[in-house]
């Protein structure tokens, strides 16, 4: 993602937020590129034929945006934030309402990377990894969030920091150790 700010799309997210709901098409040419570069990102380690496609992906969080009238998103890592957790709700929902189709068939796939930064790149359940993060919620909802904005909308630490409206020490502080806990917690279910 981008670190630079955008300010097209923040104004065209400052006319959203007014109320101008034309705006969110506006912003569609904006944002299209980001959006399916990190749908494409999360469908990478999912099977090959998949039903889901990015451009599916993107097009449904773009339903679900617009379909809430009162939502107010603040600036643009704040719509990336909110699109990456939508992505990740949409995959979740998809790979529960595909085993439960075919009563504990396959398993979706994705790449947990940075959980322990010393065993490279980790292949975990969607479901165990959603599961993981409620749990995570819980317990620390600040650590779940981190989580939520780092590995699911790509943000940088800095970015992560202005979105929670917290330092970057104490992002990278709630990193390592919503990691530690994440890593442990999925191994647990695993035996």
């Known amino acids: 993602m981008p670190d630079t700010p955008d300010p097209e799309l923040t104004a065209l997210l400052e006319q959203w937020n007014a109320g101008d709901r034309a705006a969110l098409d506006r912003m569609a040419p904006v944002v299209y590129d980001q959006l399916r570069r990190t749908a494409a990102a999360y469908l990478r380690p999912e099977r090959q034929n998949h039903t889901l496609q990015p451009t599916a992906l993107v097009n449904e969080v773009y339903l679900r945006i617009a379909g809430h009238a009162k939502l107010r998103v603040e600036d643009r890592a704040h719509f990336f934030a909110l699109a990456a957790r939508l992505m990740r709700q949409i995959l979740v929902d998809h790979a529960r309402s595909r085993l439960a189709g075919k009563r504990g068939g396959a398993m979706q796939r994705v790449t947990l ?45 800095e970015e992560t920091a202005e979105v929670m409206e917290i330092s970057r020490a104490t992002v990278g502080r709630h990193w390592a150790t919503a990691r530690l806990w994440l890593k442990k917690r999925i191994q647990d279910e695993r035996t």
């Open 113 to 157: 990377e940075d959980i322990d930064a010393s065993a490279g790149q980790r292949d975990v359940d969607l479901l165990a990894l959603d599961a993981a993060l409620a749990g995570l919620a819980e317990l620390d909802p600040v650590q779940s969030r981190v989580v939520e904005l780092r590995y699911f909308a790509g943000l940088t630490m």
